[in-house]
């Protein structure tokens, strides 16, 4: 994509933002529940660069609402007053005129309020949970929510809980299976997980390195599965609070990612024939703030 957006200034329209990064970790690395202090604010609008990546057919999209279900533990879940990376990515998506509604069984993030509520905050993130617990629990939550696709970072407890790359690369694998269950044509964007502070990493190179060949052994043309890289150029020392979780800057970084490989999905899905006569003709659930 070139330069990504979340390192190109905003447009004059959009607020500045001040960088306050607070550094330390205490407890269980696992269940670390720590709160953010002084989070960093980034422009609430999108910069209008993001739009040189997007068809400019925008005509030919269905206006059904695709239902997207971020999952995993807790650098999908987020902290207040942080906003998650959900915040960052439903905005742009909403903005570039992409009808989407976030769908999971929680709402928000831990500890609070996030810093800007104006965003649909569903989604199935859950701090301190490991890949086989969620593997124990997707079949329920996707049977209710009904996802098209499915945005998945997961393998950080695992790892940091004493389980190898190995189980933890099944334990993925069966999250997929199960999601295929429940529908055939469910697209995964499967997350190699983001970078950690020394002092923080439990070896998410290993389990990063494996899930190419996971992806590989896993991607069917009715079910594709598309690996996002949020793991390049992902620096622990200015994107994370406490060497592990993302502050702004993080979340906002994991949007880029997330947007970059997601645009060509939703419009794969969009332009579908059997997605517009199948799926009600509806509006998004929110509107964003200009």
């Known amino acids: 994509m070139g330069r990504p957006w979340w390192a190109i200034p905003a447009a004059s329209n959009a607020c500045l933002f001040f960088l306050v990064l607070v550094a330390g970790c205490s407890g269980d690395i696992s269940s670390n529940t720590s709160q953010p202090q002084n989070p960093e604010t980034p422009a609430q609008n999108p910069p209008q660069t993001l739009s040189q990546t997007l068809p400019q057919t925008p005509s030919q999209r269905s206006t059904a609402a695709v239902r997207i279900m971020p999952l995993g533990d807790s650098i999908t879940q987020s902290f207040s007053p942080l906003n998650s990376y959900r915040y960052y990515l439903w905005q742009v998506l909403v903005n570039q005129s992409y009808s989407v509604d976030f769908v999971g069984s ?32 997707i079949q329920v939550w996707a049977t209710q929510a009904s996802p098209d696709i499915v945005l998945l970072h997961i393998g950080t407890n695992d790892l940091c809980q004493g389980q190898s790359a190995d189980s933890t690369v099944v334990d993925i694998g069966n999250i997929i299976d199960v999601l295929r269950m429940v529908n055939p044509k469910i697209q995964i964007l499967l997350a190699q997980l983001i970078g950690q502070a020394p002092f923080a990493n439990c070896g998410s190179p290993l389990l990063n390195a494996k899930l190419p060949t996971l992806v590989d052994d896993k991607n069917t043309a009715r079910s594709p599965i598309t690996l996002v890289d949020q793991y390049t150029g992902f620096d622990p020392s200015t994107m994370t609070f406490d060497g592990l979780h993302p502050n702004a800057i993080g979340d906002w970084r994991m949007a880029d990612r997330w947007f970059e490989k997601l645009v060509p999905v939703l419009e794969t899905i969009l332009t579908d024939a059997h997605f517009r006569t199948s799926r009600c003709q509806c509006t998004p659930i929110m509107v964003a703030q200009a």
Do not use: Q, S, Y
Request: net charge negative; aromatic share 6%.
């Open 106 to 137: 929680m709402n928000g993030v831990a500890n609070g309020p996030p810093g800007n509520p104006d965003f649909d905050m569903d989604h199935e993130g859950h701090a301190g949970w490991r890949a086989d617990e969620i593997l124990a629990n």
